[in-house]
T-cell receptor, first 111, second 114 residues
Framework: LAKTTQPISMDSYEGQEVNITCSHNNIATNDYITWYQQFPSQGPRFIIQGYKTKVTNEVASLFIPADRKSSTLSLPRVSLSDTAVYYCLVGRNSGNTPLVFGKGTRLSVIA | ETGVTQTPRHLVMGMTNKKSLKCEQHLGHNAMYWYKQSAKKPLELMFVYNFKEQTENNSVPSRFSPECPNSSHLFLHLHTLQPEDSALYLC?????????????FGPGTRLTVT
C-alpha cells in the first residue's frame, strides 16, 4: 500500500483558500487518490477522488501533478465549519486491499 | 432511512459484559467494514467483509467477534473487553469492483469500558 505523508496540522482564517498537500512517492499505476473529511465524533466523509491532473466538485479541487507523487487538496474560501481532520488515501478499494487511513491533517479555521 | 446507520450511538459496559454493535447499510453495497478510532489515533481497520465473506482481520483480539449475516447488516460482538478498548467504533460500506473507491461511514458507536 502506498504510504502517504501530510502535515499534522494547519491553521487558516475564514475566507481564505486552504491547500493541503499529501506526498505519496510510491503510488502504484492503478492507485487512485482519495480525500476524506472527519469532524469530531463522526465518521469520515468522502470529499473528492482523482487519478491525474485536476478534479473539481462543489466542495473542493484536487490537483495531481504528472508524476502523481503528490496531490493537493484545495478548499476555497474556508469557513469555521471546515474545521476538521482531512485524510489523504492512496490505493484501490478492492476489498482485499482496503484503503488505509493515516493520521490526517487537522485544519483549524479561525474567525 | 438512508446511508449507514449504527446502533447504539453510545454504550457503557463493564469488563464482564457481553454486548453487540449493529450496523446497517441502505446503499446496496457489497462490502462492509469495522474501524476503531481511539483518542488522537488514526482510524484502525479491524475487519472487512466482501460479499459477506470476511477478507481482512487486522490482528484483532478475539474478544471482538464480527458477524455479517447478509450484505446489509454487520455486527460486532463484544465480550470481556478491557478499558483500553474504549473508543469510537465506526462502520463503513462501499461498492467494490466499480470506479468509485468511496467508503460511506456511519455515525459511530462511542464505547466506554469501565
Amino acid at each position: 500500500l502506498a504510504k502517504t505523508t501530510q502535515p499534522i496540522s494547519m491553521d487558516s482564517y475564514e475566507g481564505q483558500e486552504v491547500n493541503i498537500t499529501c506526498s505519496h512517492n510510491n503510488i502504484a499505476t492503478n492507485d487512485y487518490i482519495t480525500w476524506y473529511q472527519q469532524f469530531p465524533s463522526q465518521g469520515p466523509r468522502f470529499i473528492i477522488q482523482g487519478y491525474k491532473t485536476k478534479v473539481t466538485n462543489e466542495v473542493a479541487s484536487l490537483f495531481i501533478p504528472a508524476d502523481r507523487k503528490s496531490s493537493t487538496l484545495s478548499l476555497p474560501r474556508v469557513s469555521l465549519s471546515d474545521t476538521a481532520v482531512y485524510y489523504c488515501l492512496v490505493g484501490r478499494n478492492s476489498g482485499n486491499t482496503p484503503l488505509v487511513f493515516g493520521k490526517g491533517t487537522r485544519l483549524s479555521v479561525i474567525a | 432511512e438512508t446511508g449507514v446507520t449504527q446502533t447504539p450511538r453510545h454504550l457503557v459496559m463493564g469488563m464482564t459484559n457481553k454486548k453487540s454493535l449493529k450496523c446497517e447499510q441502505h446503499l446496496g453495497h457489497n462490502a462492509m467494514y469495522w474501524y476503531k478510532q481511539s483518542a488522537k489515533k488514526p482510524l484502525e481497520l479491524m475487519f472487512v467483509y466482501n460479499f459477506k465473506e470476511q477478507t481482512e482481520n487486522n490482528s484483532v483480539p478475539s474478544r471482538f467477534s464480527p458477524e455479517c449475516p447478509n450484505s446489509s447488516h454487520l455486527f460486532l460482538h463484544l465480550h470481556t473487553l478491557q478499558p483500553e478498548d474504549s473508543a469510537l467504533y465506526l462502520c463503513a460500506s462501499s461498492q467494490l469492483a466499480g470506479d468509485s473507491y468511496e467508503q460511506y461511514f456511519g455515525p459511530g458507536t462511542r464505547l466506554t469500558v469501565t
